[in-house]
C-alpha cells in the first residue's frame, strides 16, 4: 500500500519534470538606470530578477562605471511612503523579482562620464547561491520638465 503511493508519487515527479516548461535560469532583464535630472542627487537602478532551479537571494550589486550603490525598498509606514535598506531580496525558485518604481530599487550615486557618453553600465549581480549575473543597463535621461520634444517656446531661431 504504501510501495503503491510512493511509485504514484514518484510517477507524478516525473510527469512534472517532462513537462513542456523551459528549464528555469537565474537571469537578470530589463535593467535601466533612472538618471536624476539634478545634479548630485541619486539616480535609480531598476531590473528584474528571474528565478532559476532553486530558491535564491540578490545580495549585493556592483558596478565599475558607478561610484555607490545601494539596494532599498520602498515601504508604507503610518500612511507614508519611505525607503530603507535591504539587505538582501528573495528570489523563488522559477519566481520573479521586480525592482521597480514604488518598490524595490538600488540607488546609485555617481554614474562616471564614459557611462554617461556610452548610455549605458555595466552591472554584476551577486547572488546567495555564488552565481554572479552580468548585465547592462541602460541609462534614461528625464526630460527637463515642461518641455516637449519638436515644440521649443521661447522664439528660439532654427
Ligand atoms: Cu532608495
Redesign the pocket.
Known amino acids: 500500500m504504501f510501495r503503491m503511493l510512493y511509485l504514484v508519487v514518484a510517477g507524478l515527479a516525473l510527469a512534472l519534470l517532462a513537462g513542456c516548461q523551459p528549464p528555469a535560469q537565474l537571469l537578470v532583464e530589463k535593467a535601466y538606470i533612472q538618471l536624476s535630472p539634478v545634479e548630485g542627487s541619486p539616480s535609480v537602478l531598476y531590473f528584474t530578477v528571474r528565478g532559476g532551479p532553486k530558491d535564491t537571494e540578490l545580495r549585493s550589486v556592483s558596478s565599475a562605471s558607478i561610484l555607490r550603490l545601494e539596494m ?1 525598498e520602498t515601504v508604507e509606514e503610518n500612511g507614508m511612503s519611505m ?1 530603507r535598506p535591504l539587505r538582501a531580496a528573495a528570489v523563488p525558485a522559477r519566481g520573479k523579482v521586480e525592482f521597480e518604481p514604488g518598490g524595490k ?1 538600488v ?1 546609485v550615486w555617481g554614474v562616471d562620464q564614459g557611462a554617461r557618453n556610452r548610455g549605458n553600465a555595466e552591472f554584476i549581480f551577486t547572488f546567495a547561491n555564488g552565481d554572479k549575473i552580468a548585465a547592462t543597463a541602460a541609462i534614461r535621461a528625464i526630460e527637463p520638465a515642461g518641455e516637449t520634444s519638436g515644440d521649443h517656446a521661447g522664439g528660439m531661431s532654427h
Open positions: 532599498h525607503m530599487h540607488m
